[in-house]
């Protein structure tokens, strides 16, 4: 059976998970991040290649000082401690978003991140930080434009040829899931996302596990992906 190449999962349900049992919503991110890190390792042993996960977007920057603050602090720590446990299994990770208006420190530990883990080649997390699909995608035009200032020529220029503009030229996403319960996308990877099969689930990310994971992989399995086509072997 095929493993999606390109897993991408919006880790929502942090908050209300700690909410239901009388915690303070750090509590949440926290155990959040604890499962990241089992479900990166797990996405890479079952062969998926790269896994996006939305970890901050750049509306998350309305919520309360403390809880920006905590999630910026969370994400230092993180790329500073288990980080090395992700290098060691071979996996190289990458930071997508804005850097221009997030702390200094922040963005150090993304940079180190990223230099220690470059020449890894199993498989790839792409964390997207201070990040927004739509954001994305105008980064890209300005650096095109900039290319066609300097004598580009776009004749040609084909939907696979804009992803060398994105923040990182990652392929395009085939499972998309949302952990808790909300059925949107709330400005993810609105580029690569275009054929993507989604995957909606009620459970709360920090309560997301390996056998949640393959159940998602296995809906994935069984999904009749037609790219606009026909597919002649499962149509009668
Ligand atoms: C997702 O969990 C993590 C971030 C957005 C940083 P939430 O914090 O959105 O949790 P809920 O949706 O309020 O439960
Ligand atoms: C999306 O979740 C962002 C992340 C998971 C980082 P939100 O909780 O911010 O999305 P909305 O507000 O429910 O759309
Ligand atoms: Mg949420």
Same mark, same amino acid.
């Given at each position: 059976m095929d493993v999606p190449n390109h897993v991408a999962i919006i880790m929502d349900g942090n908050g209300r998970w700690a909410q239901k049992q009388g915690l303070k919503r750090s509590a949440g991110h926290l155990e959040g991040s604890k499962t990241l890190e089992k479900i990166a390792i797990h996405a890479k042993k079952m062969g998926v290649k790269v896994l996006s996960v939305y970890?901050? =977007?750049?509306? $998350?920057? !309305?919520?309360?000082k403390e809880e920006v603050d905590y999630l910026m602090d969370l994400i230092i720590k993180y790329f500073n401690t288990k980080f090395d446990k992700l290098a060691k299994n071979g996996i190289k990770v990458v930071v997508s978003g804005r850097?221009? $208006? &997030?702390r200094e420190d922040v963005k150090q530990a993304i940079e180190t991140v990223e230099e220690k883990t !470059?020449? $890894? +080649?199993e498989a790839i997390l792409n964390i997207c930080f201070n990040y927004g699909g739509q954001e994305e995608i105008i980064d890209g035009a300005i650096r095109l434009a900039q290319d066609l200032n300097k004598g580009? +020529? &776009?004749?040609? /220029? +084909?939907? %696979?040829?804009? #992803? +060398? #503009?994105?923040y990182h030229d990652l392929p395009p996403i085939d499972l998309l899931i949302r952990t808790g319960? %909300?059925?949107?996308? =709330? $400005? /993810?990877m609105l580029y690569q996302m275009s054929y993507s099969e989604f995957y909606f689930t009620n459970t709360y990310f920090p309560d997301f596990d390996k056998s949640e994971f393959n159940k998602a992989i296995f809906t994935f399995q069984n999904r009749d992906r037609r790219f606009g086509g026909i597919n002649d072997k499962k149509s009668s």
């Open positions: 970890a901050f =977007s750049t509306d $998350n920057f !309305k919520r309360d850097r221009n $208006n &997030i !470059k020449d $890894n +080649k580009l +020529k &776009i004749d040609n /220029f +084909k939907r %696979e040829d804009f #992803y +060398k #503009y994105l319960g %909300e059925y949107r996308v =709330s $400005n /993810f």
